[in-house]
Nanobody, 119 residues
Framework: VQLQASGGGLVQTGGSLRLSCAAS????????MGWFRQAPGKEREFVAR????????YYGDAVKGRFTISRDSAKNTVYLQMNDLKPEDTANYYC?????????????WGKGTQVTVSS
């Protein structure tokens, strides 16, 4: 299983970015997929996750109302639309996938994509 994240970059405060995470090496329709982030000197922080078809969506408190997670099961890809970005959103964003909701965050990780928000 491989997770390839992309879409990071440099953006000004209030701007938007869309991250993508393409999964390969398996069938991910029923898997829980999502994002974590880690800023320098800080612990890894949960951002968002989406469960299998018709499943639940959940966001971390810091991003509620600004970020939207979605998935395209046909493409084995999960997206994170990030709006109204703030300097405190600056971090390395990691895609994660789990066979179940319980194992999400422990099964598989992708390499991060850096998001930098300038003030």
């Amino acid at each position: 299983v491989q997770l390839q994240a992309s879409g990071g970059g440099l953006v000004q405060t209030g701007g938007s970015l869309r991250l993508s995470c393409a999964a390969s090496g398996g069938t991910f329709t029923s898997w829980t997929m999502g994002w974590f982030r880690q800023a320098p000197g800080k612990e890894r922080e949960f951002v968002a996750r989406i469960s299998g078809p018709g499943g639940s969506i959940y966001y971390g408190d810091a991003v509620k109302g600004r970020f939207t997670i979605s998935r395209d099961s046909a493409k084995n890809t999960v997206y994170l639309q990030m709006n109204d970005l703030k300097p405190e959103d600056t971090a390395n964003y990691y895609c994660a996938a789990g066979r179940t909701l319980v194992t999400f965050g422990t099964d598989y990780w992708g390499k991060g994509t850096q998001v930098t928000v300038s003030s």
